[in-house]
């Protein structure tokens, strides 16, 4: 009896069994055994997937109904080309399309500024007026493909464009359906297409939601990204607590204008990044996924069920690709992908495994799309519900996830709120001096990476490449623009521009003046510009 | 030895630039940053107010080319001669085309800090 009592590892510590201790890039300490012991506090047992709080997935069937939804990027630097794409995918049966744009474009300059000099084009579509949205969907019926708009800076102008063009084309907008990242608070974190200042980011970012509410209800305004938080070197629990304090900022900020919980929350979703340990991730969303619920049902008093879902795109992993004997990374995301699925995601999205150093081929393309192609149909992955659920292990680490995340969101609240802690680059200095911890981690082979500090082999060094870039690309942008400017209604674009600035000085949504202007070919910059005058411009704080 | 490390046009990755600048840091360096999406003239100024002893661009877009021969002309224009350097995605066949324009390095993605580091401290003896 003695001797299995000193042999047993339950509810042990690595130090008590002699054997090395194991933590998680988040910080916790794995036990060597886990047992009903370590989940008894869960009430797992009792709940089904589809029922509230939602740890085993939103849907009480998930995959066996509907597998998720597989979504690949896309960029295409001209409206023409754009709108040359658009019946490409339509001929070929398919309904959705990621629109990105150009720098310039995010940033809120016209292809004439001299700060866009050398930008036009190269990473997204340019655009600089109305026109060029009509160039884009040109005879294409917006009735049956859905488009995602990936702005945030200047969102409120492309949304406003989009709604624009729809009403002159003579669509129903209360039928109007499509999605924005709009997420600009966390580009303060990552990426960096912020604009103006924080709290009134926040605010343009309330103003499309409290208009789309009203005007446009079917379409979804805000995608919030933990994404790209942790691809900027935030770890799984700050990832989730930085995107919930986010998504709470926009709910806030709704509310007080008179929308209510049920009529919000249905309409956000979420945008996740997945690289690193496996399980730690699956804990992650299944932690986060409880914890969403009971903050919307506990905190802002959801009626409906549907409110309290986390819905997500989960992938890309982007982080944990290697350039080095990148082939691996084609394994790696076949992993990712089935982190995904195993967590209960909505939409998956993967990256090419060469994508960390050229341009993806179509051949990579196609293995990311095979990759989740083969989970679905050969590894039965849809056949039945959060298989994980109820492993003692993953249990255990989805009850402290809900836990730290729940601590970390207090975290930001000491920062007097994520507005207040962004502005003051609180959470950027966090964030930074941990992907430094990271990066010479895995520089001194602390942190295992498969060909790059461990396993290694001589290679032939990968060159980076980029799509071209055509230069004459950005003459010909300038020219059109130059078109526009000389062929609208220079009074009636003065008079919409100061109506613009007079509604952010009497603090009003901007969205009815921004379509206005939009309607008589304003540009991007000229509206910014407008709109700069009264709120000024982001101080970014230097930290690292 | 004071570097300037600077993010010149529009795009906004900086994950890099900052894990050098601790690296830099706690590799004996004073490290000026500029934070996001500085002009080259910007950027030449805060060198200048700084007493930089050299410029670090980071540029992710594949803007380097146009942003370097910037940094060349207003550094000739204002009779300077602070030494430079680019880092981010370059593709092997820009290197010496940077170094042609005048970079005095230019590091790909994948570079190590310590590699960094050690040529920064090979300049430190020259200088």
């Known amino acids: 009896m003695d001797d299995t009592k000193t042999k047993t590892a339950k509810g042990k510590t690595a130090k008590e069994l002699n054997v090395k201790p194991v933590y998680l890039e988040s910080g916790l300490e794995v036990n060597p055994v886990y047992t009903a012991d370590d989940t008894k506090n869960s009430g797992i047992e009792k709940e089904m997937p589809g029922e509230y709080p939602f740890t085993r997935g939103i849907h009480p069937t998930m995959y066996r109904n509907k597998p998720f939804t597989i979504r690949q990027y896309a960029g295409f630097a001209s409206p023409e080309e754009t709108n040359e794409r658009f019946q490409f995918l339509i001929e070929n049966g398919q309904t959705g399309l990621n629109v990105a744009f150009d720098l310039p474009t995010q940033c809120g300059l016209d292809s004439d500024d001299a700060r866009a000099f050398g930008e036009v084009g190269r990473v997204g579509m340019s655009i600089d007026t109305l026109a060029d949205f009509e160039i884009a969907f040109k005879n294409i019926d917006l009735d049956k493909i859905t488009v995602s708009l990936t702005i945030n800076g200047t969102a409120i102008i492309l949304i406003a464009m989009y709604i624009a063009m729809a009403e002159k084309a003579g669509y129903d907008i209360s039928k109007l359906r499509g999605t924005a990242q709009n997420d600009i608070l966390k580009e303060f974190i990552g990426r960096g297409t912020w604009i103006f200042p924080v709290d009134k980011s926040v ?21 919030v990204c933990g994404y790209h938080i942790r691809e900027s070197g935030a770890n799984p629990i700050q990832e989730m607590a930085y995107a919930f304090c986010i998504a709470k900022a926009y709910t806030d900020g709704a509310l007080e204008r008179g929308i209510t919980i049920d009529d919000f929350a249905s309409r956000l979703s979420f945008n996740f990044d997945i690289y690193g340990n496996l399980f730690e991730q699956v ?35 982007g982080g944990g690709l290697t350039k080095e004997q990148p082939e691996n990374n084609i394994v790696r995301s076949a992993y990712y992908a089935l982190i995904s699925a195993l967590s209960g995601t909505q939409t998956m999205a993967l990256c090419s495994y060469d994508e960390a150093y050229t ?6 393309a196609e293995i990311s799309l095979r990759t989740m192609q083969i989970m679905i149909h050969e590894m ?53 001096k941990q992907a430094y911890a990271r990066e010479m981690g895995m520089q001194t082979g602390k942190v295992p990476k498969v060909g790059v500090n461990i396993f ?11 799509h071209p870039y055509d230069p004459k690309g950005a003459d010909v942008q300038i020219e059109k623009l130059k078109k526009i400017k000389a062929g609208r209604n220079n009074e009636k674009v003065k008079l919409c521009l100061a109506q613009v600035k007079q509604d952010a000085i009497d603090n009003k949504n901007l969205m009815p003046s921004i379509i206005a202007a939009v309607k008589e070919y304003c540009t991007v910059g000229e509206i910014v510009t407008a709109m700069k005058e009264e709120y000024g411009e982001f101080k ?5 | 030895m004071k570097v300037l490390l600077a993010k010149p046009g529009l795009d906004g990755h900086d994950v890099g630039v900052k894990v050098l600048a601790h690296g830099l840091i706690e590799a004996g360096f004073q490290v000026v940053y500029t934070g996001l999406r500085k002009t080259i003239e910007e950027i030449v100024d805060m060198a200048v107010a700084n007493k930089a002893d050299i410029i670090g661009m980071s ?58 580091v050690k040529y920064f401290n090979t300049m430190k003896v020259s200088a």
């Not at chain 1, 039965?380 to 519900?385: A, E, L, M, R």
Request: glycine share 8%; proline share 4%; aromatic share 8%.
């Open chain 1, 203 to 223: 605010k343009l970012v309330v103003d499309t939601i409290e208009y789309c509410a009203h005007h446009v209800p079917k379409y979804s305004p805000v995608s």
């Open chain 1, 283 to 317: 804990a992650k969303f299944r932690g986060g996924r409880r914890l969403w619920a009971k903050i919307i049902r506990e905190e802002y008093h959801a009626k409906k069920d549907s409110s309290c879902w986390l819905r997500m795109i989960a992938g890309g992993g």
């Open chain 1, 359 to 364: 341009i993806p081929t179509e051949h990579s």
């Open chain 1, 380 to 432: 039965g992955i849809c056949d039945t519900v959060d298989p994980l659920g109820g492993s003692y292990y993953v249990e255990a680490l989805t009850d402290k996830f809900e836990e730290e995340i729940k601590r970390e969101m207090k975290t930001v609240e000491k920062w007097d709120g994520i507005v207040n802690a962004v502005a003051t680059g609180k959470i950027q200095e966090s964030v930074s």
């Open chain 1, 456 to 466: 290694t082999r001589e290679e032939e060094s990968k060159d980076v490449e980029f």
């Open chain 1, 540 to 544: 970014e704080p230097i930290f690292f």
């Open chain 2, 59 to 116: 540029i992710l877009s594949g803007t380097h080319l146009v942003l370097a021969n910037k940094m060349k002309e207003v550094q000739e224009e204002r009779k300077l001669n602070i030494p430079w350097f680019v880092g981010g995605n370059i593709p092997a066949k820009d290197i010496e085309e940077l170094k042609r324009i005048g970079a005095s390095q230019a590091f790909a993605t994948g570079s190590k800090v310590a590699d960094v």
